[in-house]
């Protein structure tokens, strides 16, 4: 999705993101989009504030980026020299932008790698939806060829990288204490409407912790929270936030929060869990309240970004079969022509 990189670009992010009806359906919504940007933006913008000022995600991703085309330039030189592009679905750099300066570049064989490990038609849906329009305005001609990497949740590197951080924090605690410590797996949270139609998003986040949790071999409890939660209606639980709060009442002393749908730092990690849920967590006498660091520019993930590319293009696949199968409930017709688009790429 992106994340602003200063706090006036906060309105027109959250402009874009409510705009988007892949992601979310609103009675009336482009009104409804101005309202809710105008009346979220001053919180929003105090959040950013608390966190330096905008978010740092453009900066982990292009550097992910620049470390990934080393990396493959060395292990893949039949396919090099690579290069990596950014495209944000709310935020600069947008999509359609993207597309037009790979035109210019003149690009003729692109990989979308979309950097949500878990594939939701909510996140990794919406961007291809949006790549595919931009396509179809700024390259009708089909000149760049494309392939898709749809989701990895379980490729051992991203697994590895995780398990890692996990395991560094750990040794923060007590030793007497460290077995007991409750590892909690944060992801984003979903409407229950979107899960409801069979969105693959909630196995996919629980496939990745069960590998994360057997690649550990340790002997911590752990649960599956969610966070994020936005308006009235019902979404997938429970809230990180409530299971802080209740662990806390229940005298869990030492809670470790785990990003585990992320790849970056922005506001869900420096603001909503180490703030926010810090605060909460403080209130309710959890004193051993930890977060496991985000994964960034850690060697060992750049590295599995690295090896999935490449395992990608030594494939030779255009998409996965799981991408070619829509949800069963699927109500979003654009989606159906997104996936027949990608489907039909000829290499």
């Known amino acids: ?3 602003p990189a200063t706090l006036d670009k906060v309105h027109d992010f959250l402009h874009n993101l409510f705009s988007d009806s892949d992601l979310m359906r609103l009675p009336i919504q482009p009104l409804a989009a101005k309202f809710i940007a105008r009346r979220r933006t001053p919180q929003i913008q105090d959040q950013y504030n608390q966190i330096g000022g905008g978010s740092p995600i453009l900066h982990w991703t292009e550097k992910q980026g620049e470390m ?4 493959l330039d060395q292990i893949s ?58 396509l179809k ?25 995780i398990s890692q951080k996990i395991k560094a924090k750990l040794q923060e605690y007590p030793s007497a204490e460290r077995d ?33 949790i057997r690649h550990l071999k340790v002997r911590n409890p752990h649960r599956l929270v969610w ?24 005298g869990k002393k030492n809670l470790l929060l785990v990003p585990i749908a992320f790849t970056s730092d922005h506001i869900e990690t420096l603001f909503e869990l180490d ?11 959890v004193t051993g309240y930890k977060r496991s660091e985000s994964l960034n520019d850690d060697p060992t993930f750049v590295q ?22 829509r949800c069963p409930a699927c109500n979003n017709d654009k989606c159906a022509e997104q996936k027949e688009f990608f489907a039909s790429q000829k290499l």
């Not at 703030?275 to 006498?285: P, Q, T, V």
């Open 180 to 212: 007991h410590v409750v590892l909690l797996f944060s992801a984003h949270s979903l409407p229950m409407s979107i899960v409801n139609r069979g969105d693959p998003y909630p196995a996919e986040v629980a496939a990745t912790v069960d590998h994360v």
């Open 68 to 71: 990934m085309e080393k990396i």
């Open 304 to 325: 599995a970004m690295a090896d999935i590319v490449k395992g990608h293009l030594d494939a030779g696949q255009i998409t996965s079969p799981l991408m070619a199968l």
């Open 77 to 134: 030189p039949e396919t090099a020299p690579h290069k990596h592009y950014v495209a944000f679905r709310y935020v600069d750099p947008l999509t359609a932008d993207t597309v037009k300066q790979m035109k210019e570049d003149g690009i003729k064989r692109a990989v979308v790698f979309t950097q949500y490990p878990q594939y939701s038609c909510s996140t990794t849906g919406s961007s291809l939806n949006e790549l595919y329009r931009c």
């Open 137 to 161: 305005k700024s390259d009708p001609e089909n000149d760049i060829k494309w392939s898709v990497i749809d989701r990895w949740n379980t490729h051992p590197g991203f697994v590895k990288a």
């Open 275 to 285: 703030i926010e849920y810090g605060k909460e967590a403080h209130e309710s006498g």
């Open 1 to 3: 999705m992106g994340g």
């Open 227 to 250: 966070q994020s939660q936005v308006g009235p209606s019902a979404w997938l639980g429970p809230q990180t936030g409530d299971a802080i709060k209740k662990y806390g009442e229940m």
